[in-house]
């Protein structure tokens, strides 16, 4: 068998790496080349997306449906499961720890100067109107 060249055996990592180059420095030279490119950007990943679900869910679908074993099948999905549970308590693990650690709610300013945990527990105790109350009322800061 004949060996691959450099370029043939990496050509995909390479034009994938040139392009995200490219991209970050066109972002930094003109950014608003860039912001007139994005349209294409998502039409792009919007593809992606819309050819990749399918194709994990057919290639998983021909993987189980060709396999022979259903004791290996078990196992298989098990294991996947377990990985599944296993990442999304992690990542959940995460999150809390994160928000208690740094709590993002408690130091976003709107304009009038409230957090927003602030106006949100104010509206849940207010009602609806609550802001139209504190308009009337004078107490809004003029931005």
């Known amino acids: 068998m ?16 040139g392009g995200i180059a490219i991209g970050a ?3 930094i ?3 608003d080349f860039g912001t007139k490119l ?16 399918p194709l994990v869910f057919a290639s998983i679908a ?29 990542a959940g693990a995460c999150v809390l720890i994160w928000v208690n650690l740094f709590n ?8 009038a100067g409230d957090t927003i945990a602030s106006m949100m527990v104010t509206r849940m105790v207010e009602g609806r109107d609550w802001l139209d109350k504190k ?8 931005a």
């Open 29 to 31: 030279i003109a950014p």
């Open 135 to 142: 308009a009337a009322a004078g107490e809004l800061i003029d």
């Open 62 to 90: 021909s993987a189980v449906g060709a396999m022979a074993n259903m004791k290996r099948l078990g196992k298989i999905l098990g294991s996947t499961l377990l990985t599944f549970l296993a990442t999304g308590a992690f």
């Open 2 to 17: 004949q060996k691959k060249s450099f370029w043939e055996q990496y050509k995909m990592p390479i034009l994938l790496l």
């Open 104 to 111: 993002p709610a408690a130091t976003c300013l709107n304009a």
């Open 25 to 27: 420095l066109i972002g």
């Open 38 to 53: 994005k349209p294409l950007g998502d039409i792009f990943l919007n593809l992606m997306f819309t050819i990749v679900v």
